[in-house]
Nanobody, 123 residues
Framework: HVQLVESGGGSVQAGGSLRLSCAFS????????VGWFRQAPGKEREGVAV???????GYADSVKGRFDISKDHAKTTVYLQMNDLKPEDTAMYFC??????????????????WGQGTQVTVS
């Protein structure tokens, strides 16, 4: 049974930073990806950042240079360091684990396991 649990969300002023964590279990992190997605009220969910089991990262253009995705050595936790936060970053943030894929992807159809989300509010 795959389980993903996000933490680290909260409220911060514009220009501030937050670090999100995604702890997962029951998932073999090899040949696939763990990604962060977000959904703001009234908007569709969008991909933010992804990291493959190999460590290769990928980012949406809107967060490049501000967000950094990483994973721990044991490959059981993925982090999203968010710097220079903007009000438009306000959203519910979800982590998700993909099916077997080549490289990195933020295409939602490739993701089969999802966490419950953690709220990020930037004012």
């Amino acid at each position: 049974h795959v389980q993903l649990v996000e933490s680290g969300g909260g409220s911060v002023q514009a220009g501030g930073s937050l670090r999100l964590s995604c702890a997962f279990s029951g998932y073999t992190y090899s040949g696939n990806c763990v990604g962060w997605f977000r959904q703001a009220p009234g908007k569709e969910r969008e991909g933010v950042a992804v990291i493959a089991g190999s460590g290769s990262p990928g980012y949406a253009d809107s967060v490049k240079g501000r967000f950094d995705i990483s994973k721990d050595h044991a490959k059981t936790t993925v982090y999203l360091q968010m710097n220079d936060l903007k009000p438009e970053d306000t959203a519910m943030y979800f982590c998700a684990a993909s099916k077997a894929v080549a490289g990195v992807t933020l295409w939602e159809d490739e993701y089969k396991h999802w966490g419950q989300g953690t709220q990020v509010t930037v004012s």
